[in-house]
């Protein structure tokens, strides 16, 4: 289970601002900064079956490594997303701009994700590409990653921004988390994300 908070950055630059403030800075486990490059496309029928089932399939670029990705069986409340999440490593050579449903066989998703698809073909929807800062920081009684994602997302011939935050909850108190969440939402003046990246992505192919 993926639980993690979402806040809408007002600018790039705040991205920096919120990682080097002093109250992050504070609270920060030493040495687990990071930097990482993100190449994420996602997938689904070209009726959108999986999407109509609230079920999202992933590839991404995770630094030099690809990791294909299910969530599905979202909730959303006040910013705070839980979801089903799977992972899977790719095995070395595989394709990474092809999705394979097979990939997640022997998982808890396998037969929604085989049951949404309808014996489709998965084709790309969207292509995401952004700079993502993280580190991991320790608020007490939980041991969360920040990051800050700054880039732009493609659906057909249209784009959009990237500019977020997430705290993804790693262990410990999920109360903690979300505490120390709402205190830099209120330092930056940052607007709760209720939507996904891929929400926004097909989103805009209706506009």
């Keep these: 289970m993926e639980i993690e908070l ?14 080097n403030s002093e109250f992050v800075s504070a609270i920060t486990i030493p ?3 990071r930097t990482l490059d993100m190449d994420a496309l996602y997938f689904d029928t070209e009726d959108l079956d999986l999407s109509a089932e609230r079920i999202s399939y992933r590839i991404r670029l995770e630094g030099d490594a690809y990791v ?13 997303h839980r979801r089903v999440e799977v992972n899977v490593d790719l095995p070395e050579g595989a394709p990474h701009d092809a999705a394979d449903l097979e990939l997640f066989a022997g998982t808890d998703v396998y037969d929604d994700l085989k049951r949404a698809a309808k014996g489709k073909q998965l084709v790309l929807i969207s292509e995401m590409k ?26 057909g011939d249209k784009t959009a921004p990237i500019m977020e935050m997430e705290i993804e909850l790693k262990e410990g108190d999920e109360a903690d988390m979300a505490a120390a969440g709402e205190i830099i939402r209120k330092m930056f003046g940052l607007k709760e994300g209720n939507e996904s990246k891929f929400k926004r992505a097909l989103d805009l192919m209706e506009k």
Excluded at 69 to 77: I, P, Y
Aim: glycine content about 8%.
């Design 130 to 155: 952004f700079t993502r800062k993280l580190k991991l920081i320790n608020t007490g009684k939980s041991i969360s990653e920040i990051s800050a994602d700054s880039g732009f997302m493609q659906t």
């Design 68 to 80: 294909a990705t299910v969530k599905e069986k979202g909730q959303v409340d006040a910013g705070m």
């Design 31 to 33: 040495g687990t900064e």
């Design 6 to 19: 979402k806040y809408l950055l007002n600018n790039k630059e705040q991205a920096d601002e919120i990682m």
